[in-house]
């Protein structure tokens, strides 16, 4: 019984192991059945290229319909690339007030410029108006006499009657003759044959003579619209400045050009200044106590241009009462420094209400339309702007004007003005930058490009336009 019984677990074992042994052959056999299977699935197996097969439509187009013009691509790409490597310099181009020349300070002037150890030939300003006399008046061309009226005539407008003339028709009682031969000398002297000269005896001033020839000197006759652009810079001679400005802009720069046809505040402000002074030759003495009151030229002699620019602040300051207008404007000007732009609003109108001078409500109304830029009422700014620009037509009012359209939304009428201003004013730096934006909104590169050439001819290095190279 015991031998049955080992015999039964023997047989059960070997038939276990005959089960293993069987399972153990067919798991080999799966696996590697699987092996052959991820060859052909899971491996891109390299093929031979069918020549006759359609090429990949992702990495080329053979239909040429389909195709972009390659001319067309290469200029969009070129314009575009141009216009993103376009440089704008917009730091300074919002238009701020700038503090008005207080009434107690000398202002912008080119008194500098003059050599007082020379003396000073001036007219007693007590013996003003000075007495014109233009001769031939009859029989002169059509307008001549009026364009040498209005030279005389512009002095005393911009100067608001500082000084005054009166035309006469008997030479024995002018204090300036101003002659009119048909033809200027041979060497044609002056400004196109234009001269002066004053008459001396003993330091006394006796008068003084203009000669205004009706011919140029190439031989063509004057043109009489412009005749007082020409006259004007002598007249300022004839008043007693025997210097020139070193700014362009000034009627009495060294060079008559387009840019100083007009007479500047900073031509009336030296004017002013110098009849501080008491001349060595004047036409009347001065009495002791009037001499008192001016600056002696012994008190600036071998001094330096600032020590006579402090001399002749604190003489002009002396004693001097305090102006409503000058207050009112301080107070306006503060409350805009402080960012209080519906309080300065309110001042400068009171400002604008108390000033009597066309130079004061000029600047006022340019204030006021910067004020209402900071205020968002485009249409007020623009007709305060517009305001300035009729009583005072200099760059900046008629920069504003041309802004306020700009930021309004009005960029054709800010590409007109700018245009115009640029024209007239090519080195108005400002303008540069703000008519950029606007060619480069149009993608106008034709015109961006002949700009960046002309900001680049006037200002080199400092354009602020230019394209990155």
Same mark, same amino acid.
């Given at each position: 019984?015991?031998?049955?019984?080992?015999?039964?677990?023997?047989?059960?074992?070997?038939?276990? %192991?005959?089960?293993?042994?069987?399972?153990?052959?067919?798991? *080999?056999?799966?696996?590697?059945?699987?092996?052959?299977?991820?060859?052909?699935?899971?491996?891109?197996?390299?093929?031979?290229?069918?020549?006759?097969?359609?090429?990949?439509?992702?990495?080329?187009?053979?239909?040429?319909?389909?195709?972009?013009?390659?001319?067309?691509?290469?200029?969009? +790409?070129?314009?575009?690339?141009?216009?993103? =490597?376009? *440089? /704008?310099?917009?730091?300074?181009?919002?238009?701020?007030?700038?503090?008005?020349?207080?009434?107690?300070?000398?202002?912008?002037?080119?008194?500098?410029?003059?050599?007082?150890?020379?003396?000073?030939?001036?007219?007693?300003?007590?013996?003003?108006?000075?007495? /014109?006399?233009?001769?031939?008046?009859?029989? @002169?061309?059509?307008?001549?006499? !009026?364009?040498?009226?209005?030279?005389?005539?512009?002095?005393?407008?911009?100067?608001?009657?500082?000084?005054?003339?009166?035309?006469?028709?008997?030479?024995?009682?002018?204090?300036?003759?101003?002659?009119?031969?048909?033809?200027?000398?041979?060497?044609?002297?002056?400004?196109?044959?234009?001269?002066?000269?004053?008459?001396?005896?003993?330091?006394?001033?006796?008068?003084?003579?203009? *000669?205004?020839?009706?011919?140029?000197?190439?031989?063509?006759?004057?043109?009489?619209?412009?005749?007082?652009?020409?006259?004007?810079?002598?007249?300022?001679?004839?008043?007693?400045?025997?210097?020139?400005?070193?700014?362009?802009? +000034?009627?009495?720069?060294?060079?008559?050009?387009?840019?100083?046809?007009?007479?500047? !505040?900073?031509?009336?402000?030296?004017?002013?200044? @110098?009849?501080?002074?008491?001349?060595? *030759?004047?036409?009347?003495?001065?009495?002791?106590?009037? &001499?008192?009151?001016?600056?002696?030229?012994?008190?600036?002699?071998?001094?330096?241009?600032?020590?006579?620019?402090?001399?002749?602040?604190?003489?002009?300051?002396?004693?001097?009462?305090?102006?409503?207008?000058?207050?009112?404007?301080?107070?306006?000007?503060?409350?805009?420094?402080?960012?209080?732009?519906?309080?300065?609003?309110?001042?400068?109108?009171?400002?604008?209400?108390?000033?009597?001078?066309? @130079?004061?409500?000029?600047?006022? =109304?340019?204030?006021?339309?910067?004020?209402?830029?900071?205020?968002?009422?485009?249409? +007020?700014? %623009?007709?305060?702007?517009?305001?300035?620009?009729?009583?005072?037509?200099?760059?900046?009012?008629?920069?504003?004007?041309?802004?306020?359209?700009?930021?309004?939304?009005?960029?054709?009428?800010?590409?007109?003005?700018?245009?115009?201003?640029?024209?007239?004013?090519?080195?108005?730096?400002?303008?540069?930058?703000? @008519?950029?934006?606007?060619?480069?909104?149009?993608?106008?590169? !034709?015109?961006? =490009?002949?700009?960046?050439?002309?900001?680049?001819?006037?200002? &080199? +290095?400092?354009?602020?336009?230019?394209?990155?190279?």
């Amino acid at each position: 019984m015991y031998r049955n019984k080992i015999l039964v677990i023997t047989t059960i074992l070997i038939a276990l %192991l005959l089960g293993v042994m069987i399972w153990s052959a067919n798991v *080999v056999a799966d696996h590697n059945s699987q092996q052959k299977d991820d060859n052909v699935i899971g491996v891109e197996l390299p093929q031979a290229q069918d020549q006759n097969s359609e090429p990949d439509k992702i990495t080329e187009i053979t239909d040429e319909e389909e195709k972009p013009s390659e001319d067309e691509d290469t200029a969009d +790409d070129s314009e575009n690339s141009q216009l993103s =490597n376009l *440089v /704008i310099d917009t730091s300074n181009i919002v238009p701020t007030i700038t503090k008005r020349e207080q009434s107690n300070t000398l202002g912008r002037n080119y008194i500098d410029q003059f050599d007082f150890s020379n003396g000073l030939t001036l007219w007693n300003i007590s013996t003003f108006p000075l007495h /014109i006399y233009i001769e031939g008046e009859d029989k @002169l061309p059509a307008g001549f006499a !009026d364009g040498i009226k209005v030279a005389f005539n512009n002095w005393q407008q911009a100067s608001e009657e500082f000084v005054k003339f009166e035309y006469v028709t008997d030479p024995t009682i002018a204090e300036i003759v101003v002659s009119t031969p048909k033809k200027p000398k041979e060497d044609c002297p002056g400004e196109n044959g234009i001269e002066y000269e004053f008459n001396k005896k003993n330091n006394r001033l006796l008068g003084a003579s203009i *000669v205004v020839p009706q011919t140029s000197c190439t031989g063509t006759d004057v043109d009489t619209a412009s005749l007082y652009t020409l006259l004007q810079h002598t007249i300022g001679h004839i008043l007693g400045i025997n210097t020139h400005s070193q700014r362009p802009a +000034d009627v009495m720069y060294s060079t008559l050009s387009y840019e100083n046809t007009i007479l500047s !505040d900073i031509d009336i402000t030296t004017l002013k200044l @110098l009849y501080n002074f008491v001349p060595s *030759v004047t036409n009347k003495n001065y009495t002791n106590t009037e &001499m008192r009151k001016m600056i002696r030229l012994a008190d600036v002699k071998n001094k330096k241009p600032n020590e006579i620019l402090n001399i002749l602040s604190t003489h002009i300051n002396a004693n001097k009462p305090e102006d409503p207008l000058e207050t009112t404007l301080n107070e306006a000007y503060e409350y805009y420094q402080n960012g209080n732009y519906i309080k300065a609003q309110k001042s400068y109108l009171t400002a604008l209400n108390k000033a009597e001078n066309a @130079l004061d409500k000029a600047y006022i =109304n340019n204030c006021l339309a910067i004020i209402c830029i900071k205020l968002q009422k485009y249409p +007020d700014a %623009l007709n305060y702007a517009n305001m300035a620009t009729e009583i005072s037509p200099i760059p900046k009012n008629k920069y504003l004007s041309a802004y306020i359209n700009f930021v309004s939304g009005n960029e054709t009428e800010a590409q007109a003005n700018l245009e115009n201003l640029l024209a007239r004013y090519p080195k108005f730096i400002n303008a540069y930058s703000v @008519l950029a934006q606007i060619y480069k909104k149009q993608e106008n590169t !034709d015109k961006l =490009n002949a700009l960046v050439q002309q900001s680049k001819e006037h200002f &080199m +290095d400092s354009s602020p336009i230019y394209y990155k190279e």
